[in-house]
Every structure is written in structure tokens, then in C-alpha cells.
């Protein structure tokens, strides 16, 4: 399934510590693209924040493989997820021009 998941700081973490194990975060979340659960992954201009679309078995699963990022293990950052379904005007475009869906369309 398609996941939007969102990360912010949490209330408590500082700049100091959120740019202290930065390489430990960045290999997490190149393992996660890797491996097929980020499909696709934004920043905002500031870097505090992430926006990504992501594919796994179940919103509780992307949870679970994320709650391994060290700055979620230390408290540092927390995420949000929401599932996706496919927005049935795009689906309705393609059914009546006889065209594929789009790659990106959640499954």
C-alpha cells in the first residue's frame, strides 16, 4: 500500500542534536530507498521537515521499520503516516481515454 508519511522535530530536540548523527540518519534512509519502502522522499528549504511517499505491507509496518531511524530511537524526530487510495478522478480520466494507469498509481 501507498503511504504519506511526514517527520518534524519533536518539541525537545535541539539543532545540536538533530545535526550530530546526521550520517546515521542519512544511511537509514538510504537502506529504506533501497530496499523499496521510500519511492519517493522531499525536504523543505530549512531541512527540518520530510515528506515521503512510501510502500509497505501496512501503515503499522512502515511504522515499525521506521521507528529504526536513530533520531526517531532518541527522540529527536516523530513521524505521521496516512494511507493513500488512488484519487477516482484520475482513475476515471484513464478508464474513459483507455490509457494505463500512471506508474505512481498506488496499487
Do not use: C, N
Not at 20 to 32: H, L, P, S, Y
Not at 64 to 73: G, I, K, L, M
Not at 84 to 103: D, S
Amino acid at each position: 500500500m501507498r503511504i504519506f508519511a511526514t517527520s518534524k522535530p519533536t518539541a525537545s530536540a535541539t539543532t545540536e542534536e538533530l545535526m550530530a548523527d546526521m550520517e546515521d540518519e542519512i544511511a537509514a534512509g538510504r537502506r529504506f530507498y533501497r530496499e523499496g519502502l521510500i519511492v519517493e522522499a522531499y525536504m523543505d528549504p530549512h531541512y527540518s521537515r520530510t515528506f515521503m511517499i512510501l510502500e509497505a505491507e501496512s501503515v503499522e509496518a512502515a511504522k515499525a521499520r521506521f521507528d529504526t531511524y536513530p533520531q526517531v530511537r532518541q527522540g529527536l524526530i516523530e513521524f505521521e503516516y496516512w494511507p493513500l487510495i488512488g484519487m477516482p478522478a484520475v482513475a476515471q480520466v484513464h478508464e474513459a481515454e483507455g490509457t494505463p494507469m500512471p506508474l505512481w498509481w498506488p496499487a
